[in-house]
């Protein structure tokens, strides 16, 4: 499974951002998808996931009620509609796949984009 991030860019404090990312193959009820994110000299994070099947979401503190995860079932697409941006929501946004489990672990997720850029000014 291939998965193609899109949609990163450089914004200010408080604009908003939607990442896509598209698999190459249909995704299974039972899957999770995930957005993870690695600013510079830290370890990737978890930012949402959400259950492809349900559609029930998950996220990090940091970001509730400003991030929402969704998924459109037709186009294999996950998306990250991100408000309300901050400096420390600056890195690279990576979405990623697991076949079992909805888990705020990277090491769980079986599949990955390639990523894509976010950098907010401040």
């Known amino acids: 499974v291939q998965l193609q991030a899109s949609g990163g860019g450089l914004v200010q404090t408080g604009d908003s951002l939607r990442l896509s990312c598209v698999s190459s193959?249909?995704?299974?009820?039972?899957?999770?998808m995930g957005w993870f994110r690695q600013a510079p000299g830290k370890e990737r994070e978890f930012v949402a996931a959400?259950?492809?099947?349900?559609?029930?979401?998950y996220y990090t503190d940091s970001v509730k009620g400003r991030f929402t995860i969704s998924r459109d079932k037709a186009e294999n697409t996950v998306y990250l509609q991100m408000n309300g941006l901050k400096p420390e929501d600056t890195g690279v946004y990576y979405c990623?796949?697991?076949?079992?489990?909805?888990?705020?672990?990277?090491?769980?997720?079986?599949?990955w984009g390639q990523g894509t850029l976010v950098t907010v000014s401040s």
């Open positions: 990623a796949g697991a076949y079992r489990g909805l888990s705020t672990v990277a090491k769980d997720y079986d599949y």
């Open positions: 193959r249909r995704t299974l009820s039972s899957n999770v």
């Open positions: 959400i259950r492809w099947g349900t559609g029930s979401t």
